[in-house]
Structures are given as structure tokens and as C-alpha cells.
């Protein structure tokens, strides 16, 4: 593979609709020089078939298993819905393939560890989709932080809305409101916002929890039906990070009127927010405004022009396409830039640790 393009192929991808088409596909096209989709997987022969024809791809496989066996991938992508994600994650790391899995890797912490040390003993690359750490703004948040904009930092305050997980929704993302499925408020929007809180201020020294919901049915718009609701639409989480800085939580279920996002840094020297339309900061336009301590108000703070050189306008493009960058240079150069399978374990654990506080306050 020295001098050719790293073979996609994908478990799990729609034409038209859904995040393997509206993200990894544009990303993957804007990186024509590094990869190559050549084939797809899905429920059905007739719905890979479909998507082949519909992509210009040339393979179509009958089953997942025949896609990751087939010598004409080289990457293995796993876009489906959580509850799938480890026999496929285990098939495609057994057959020896480079695995770009999207995020949580897991239903749970044992499965996430479970594939972790599969894939360090296979020693491929294995790769998790948490976007936000490598997002742009993101990055330069981080170096505002180490290059001393706020000083020592004292505190940090994280709240955000679910976009999903209130009252509402559609038959086809009804599995996000059961969290048997695994893929529920704390793992998804306020998931991948932690993996990019403690990328910037470092990891959780101690905290305690709570999760509740106010909502224990959730109506479908598009049938009609009213269908029981396990997932939390209330986390809250109070505790101290590594650095000594005092840090606040607060994800509700649904969108507000008010701010969808909005995390702020206060230290010694200076404060910083960041703001969003939802509580997903993985996916969404951040924006970040700072002031020293002499300064009267906040101010815009924005990321050099070359952090953005050659990246699409587009922030769910733009943050799964640096994935792919680092990915790409991760195995070509056997580096592990991407974010990987023992990352995941991290933010597991951490999950865990929040649910378990939780369970002990009801």
C-alpha cells in the first residue's frame, strides 16, 4: 500500500440520508488523494447493491462478513447503530483490517475494553470517531489554554441541549431513547463534548452525578405512537479535574430558546467561551470569544486562516475529514495521531463513573 490509496470499505451507508453519507463520504471525497471507497455493506445484498450503483462504487457486498474478508479493503468503516458495533469491530480487527469505528465504539465499557485489546494485539489501526478533539477550534482552545490566555484555570462550566432525548422524535431514531441500545444522551452530544472538554483541561480527578428524566414516554411524530422512554434527559455532574480546576455539567434533553451550548473557561488572567447551536460539539460551529483580565468585555478569538487550509466551510465535514488526515497518517506511518480505541476506554470509564454516582443519588 506503499504508493496506492487506502481501500474504504463501509458497513453501514445510505446514499442520501443519514451521518456516513452527509459526513464521511464529503470528507473522504475532499481526501481523493489518501483514500478510495471501493465497496459497501449494509442490511441487505439489494440495499448495497443500491448504494454501489447510486455512489459509483465498485463493490457490493452480500454481507458484512464478505466485506471485511474481501482483500480489496484495507479500512474497515463501521457506521451503524451502536448495538452492532461489536461483532463487526471484532470481525474486521481478527481479519487484520485497519477499523475506523464511529463513536461510542462500545455498547458499554466491557465490550470498549474488549475490542481495545484486540486491536493492540493485532496491532492495526484502530480508530474512533470522537471529532470534536481534533475540530479546529478545538485545537486552538487547547493552545490558548497551554500558552496561558486565562491564567491558571480555576473552574469550567459545560451546558448543553440533546438536540434529541425530550419528549419527541421519529420512528427511526426511537433506539436513541432506550438505553439498552447504548447510544443515549450521555454517550452521544454529551459524550463527544467531554472528549473535547478533557482534551483542552485534562481528565476528571473526582466528581458526583445525577440523571433523571422528565419525560418517561417519548411521542413518534411520524406514526403517532407513544412509546416508553429509558433514556436520561437530565445529567448533571459536579467534580474537580486533574488540573485542581473546579468543573459544572448540565445536559438537558430537547433545544431551548437560550443557548444550545455553552462552555466557559475561567482562570488568574482571563476568561473564554465557546458557543454553539446544540449540545453536539463534535458536529457543530464553535465560536470562542476570550478576555483578559483587563479587557471590558469578551472579545472574538479565531483560529488562524491555516488551521482551516484546505478544509471545507462545512464544521461536520470539516471535523470527520481530520480524522481521515490523521487516520491516513496513522497507517502509513504506523503513528497513532487519530483518536483510538484507548481513548475510548477513557471516556468509557469515565461514563461509568458518572452513571455510577448517579445510581447512588436515587
Request: charged share 20%; net charge negative; with cysteine.
Amino acid at each position: 500500500m506503499e504508493n496506492n490509496k487506502i481501500r474504504v470499505g463501509f458497513i453501514g451507508l445510505n446514499p442520501d440520508s443519514h451521518w456516513a453519507a452527509t459526513a464521511h463520504i464529503p470528507a473522504l471525497k475532499l481526501l481523493s488523494d489518501k483514500f478510495e471507497v471501493i465497496g459497501v455493506a449494509n442490511s441487505s445484498p439489494e440495499s448495497a447493491q443500491a448504494t454501489a450503483k447510486a455512489l459509483n462504487l465498485k463493490f457490493a457486498f452480500d454481507n458484512p462478513l464478505a466485506l471485511i474478508q474481501s482483500p480489496e479493503v484495507d479500512l474497515v468503516v463501521v457506521t451503524v447503530k451502536v448495538p452492532y458495533h461489536f461483532e463487526l469491530v471484532k470481525a474486521a480487527l481478527g481479519a487484520g483490517k485497519h477499523v475506523y469505528c464511529e463513536h461510542p465504539l462500545g455498547n458499554g465499557l466491557e465490550e470498549t475494553k474488549k475490542l481495545t485489546e484486540l486491536a493492540e494485539s493485532k496491532g492495526v489501526v484502530a480508530v474512533v470517531g470522537t471529532q470534536m478533539v481534533n475540530a479546529p477550534e478545538v485545537l486552538y482552545l487547547k493552545k490558548l489554554i497551554e500558552d496561558g490566555y486565562v491564567g491558571k484555570v480555576l473552574s469550567t462550566t459545560l451546558i448543553g441541549s440533546g438536540w434529541n432525548w425530550a419528549n419527541e422524535t421519529v420512528k427511526d431514531l426511537y433506539y436513541l431513547f432506550d438505553n439498552v441500545n447504548g447510544a443515549n444522551m450521555l454517550t452521544i452530544p454529551l459524550g463527544h463534548t467531554l472528549a473535547g472538554l478533557t482534551s483542552v483541561l485534562g481528565d476528571f480527578k473526582s466528581l458526583k452525578a445525577n440523571m433523571f428524566s422528565n419525560y418517561t414516554t417519548v411521542n413518534l411524530a411520524d406514526t403517532g405512537e407513544v412509546k416508553p422512554k429509558t433514556a436520561e434527559d437530565q445529567i448533571l455532574v459536579i467534580g474537580q479535574l486533574e488540573n485542581g480546576a473546579a468543573v459544572s455539567v448540565h445536559y438537558r434533553g430537547g433545544l431551548s430558546k437560550g443557548i444550545n451550548l455553552l462552555w466557559e473557561i475561567n482562570g488568574t488572567e482571563g476568561d473564554i467561551q465557546v458557543t454553539g447551536d446544540n449540545g453536539h460539539g463534535q458536529m457543530i460551529q464553535l465560536s470562542i470569544k476570550g478576555a483578559k483580565s483587563s479587557d471590558e468585555s469578551l472579545q472574538p478569538l479565531t483560529p488562524p486562516a491555516e488551521m482551516y487550509e484546505g478544509l471545507p466551510d462545512n464544521s461536520v465535514v470539516r471535523n470527520v475529514a481530520q480524522i481521515y488526515k490523521l487516520l491516513a497518517e496513522d497507517i502509513r506511518s504506523n503513528t497513532r495521531k487519530a483518536p483510538t480505541f484507548q481513548n475510548a476506554v477513557k471516556l468509557h470509564e469515565l461514563y461509568d463513573n458518572i452513571e455510577k454516582s448517579a445510581r447512588n443519588n436515587n
